[in-house]
């Protein structure tokens, strides 16, 4: 699963909501994967993290509040 998030450059506030609520739908998505594959007969010992923040352009970074070098904060998501 994949999920890319695009915006103008000056559309930043917009970009930022995109951003938390495509966090909370794949905290959501994580949550019930153990189930899921459990159902299907699969592990239940899934690595972590299920989700994280790949190709980014500086500006997108930027607009991001770390929570320390490899960890970003989503509105109230940690990334």
């Known amino acids: ?9 000056r559309n930043q506030e917009n970009f930022l909501q995109a951003c938390e609520l495509s966090s909370q739908l794949l ?16 592990s239940t010992v899934i690595p972590a993290p299920l989700f994280w923040i790949g190709d980014a352009s500086q500006d997108a970074l930027a607009s991001f509040e770390y929570v320390n070098e490899s960890q970003v904060r989503i509105g109230k998501t940690e990334v």
């Open 1 to 9: 699963l994949m999920l890319a998030v695009t915006s103008d450059t």
């Open 27 to 42: 905290q959501t998505v994580t949550a019930k994967y153990p189930e899921f594959c459990r159902h299907h007969g699969h």
